[in-house]
């Protein structure tokens, strides 16, 4: 196997790329810095910066209307989809910490985005299977627990609609992928991996952005 061009990211080239992307508004960085405050040993969990200014350039690239996140956290990836969502949008966002989402209802009031985001604090299968069963969905993103990943694809595919668009994080968790013998959310990761590369209802490509970030798009 040839590899192309290797580009070591080292801290100046990554705030280069952060200085050469939209960059986050007020109440974003406000957000990011609170998150990583209160919740030191969580804040990992919360979406890299730069797939904010993605994430809102993929709502807008295909047109959505409707958008679901699995996995909300407090509430940063869903504050950047909202925020591309025209002003009849809506995301539903879905979660299962009253305390962690706390700070992302606070962000999205102060952002004006609130009307745009239906938070639903239940188990995300419970949510998914409770929605329309025609594809209805224009985009969704998976960031949750990594054991759940197919269980939410198998609910989400069939509900996208065509050209709908989805993005699942930490596809390569941490590099642990490539480990023959990995256990836990790793092995649930390459499983997923595997799972979303037979499925012949969608196109994916896999990217290198931030922990792995597979954008796939329905048939």
């Known amino acids: 196997m040839t590899k192309g061009n290797d580009t070591t990211i080292t801290a100046e080239l990554y705030a280069y790329m952060l200085a050469h992307n939209p960059p986050l508004d007020p ?14 040993d969580h804040a990992g969990m919360q979406s890299a910066e730069e797939q904010a200014p993605l994430l809102a350039f993929l709502v807008r690239l295909v047109g959505a209307r409707h958008v679901v996140e699995v996995g909300t956290f407090t509430g940063f990836s869903a504050l950047a989809m909202a925020r591309a969502l025209p002003a009849d949008g809506t995301l539903i966002a879905c ?3 009253e305390e962690w989402t706390a700070y992302g209802r606070e962000a999205w009031e102060k952002a004006g985005v609130a009307d745009r985001i239906d938070l639903r604090i239940a188990p995300a299968l419970d949510t998914l299977r409770a929605m329309p069963a025609e594809p209805h969905i224009d985009f969704a993103y998976l ?5 759940g990943y197919i269980a939410y694809w198998e609910e989400l595919v069939p509900r996208m609609r065509q050209g709908g668009v ?25 499983e997923f991996n595997d799972h979303v590369n037979a499925d012949p209802r969608m196109d994916s490509v ?14």
């Open 143 to 147: 960031d949750a627990d990594k054991g």
């Open 27 to 40: 109440v974003q960085r406000e957000l990011v810095e609170t998150t990583y405050a209160r919740f030191p």
């Open 206 to 219: 896999m990217l290198t952005v931030s922990d792995g970030l597979t954008l796939s798009r329905k048939k």
């Open 95 to 97: 979660d299962i910490s």
């Open 166 to 190: 989805i993005a699942v994080d930490n596809v390569l968790f941490h590099g642990a992928v490539t480990d023959p013998e990995a256990t836990g959310p790793a092995a649930a990761i390459q």
